[in-house]
């Protein structure tokens, strides 16, 4: 199913004298015509941010929790890794009757290999 482009977008005129009247306000255009008000709501953004940032400055450093405090916790030592492994013991049931193992040696520290007996 194919569908002509023209067919996708009704042709609009413009509205009577629309064009001149556009023309003639493009060739009056000047540069900016309120140099002062666009001077003035700069300095007020820059105020606003400057404002902004020393309020949350003074709020980061009025806090109770030392810096290094959650650099030192246990938390985030093992969620990196630097917290030693401790294995978890192993459970093998079958029909409800648990079963002993024996752990074998691996060449990988981080692979446990198991017997059931």
């Given at each position: 199913m194919q569908i002509e482009p023209?067919?996708?977008?009704?042709?609009?005129e413009p509205p009577p004298g629309g064009v001149e009247r556009m023309r003639a306000r493009l060739a009056g255009a000047s540069g900016v015509r309120h140099p002062?008000?666009?001077v003035a709501s700069s300095v007020l953004a820059v105020a606003a941010i400057v404002a902004l940032l020393a309020v949350l400055s003074t709020e980061v450093r009025n806090r109770d929790?030392?810096?290094?405090?959650?650099?030192?916790?246990?938390e985030l030592d093992r969620l990196l890794g630097r917290e030693e492994?401790?294995?978890v013991p192993l459970t093998?049931?079958?029909?409800?009757?648990?079963l002993r193992?024996?752990?074998?040696p691996s060449s990988d520290p981080l692979v446990r290999i198991y017997?059931?007996?």
């Open positions: 023209e067919s996708l977008f009704e042709l609009l002062v008000g666009l929790v030392p810096d290094n405090a959650m650099l030192a916790s246990p492994r401790r294995p093998v049931e079958r029909n409800g009757q648990p193992t024996e752990e074998l017997r059931v007996l």
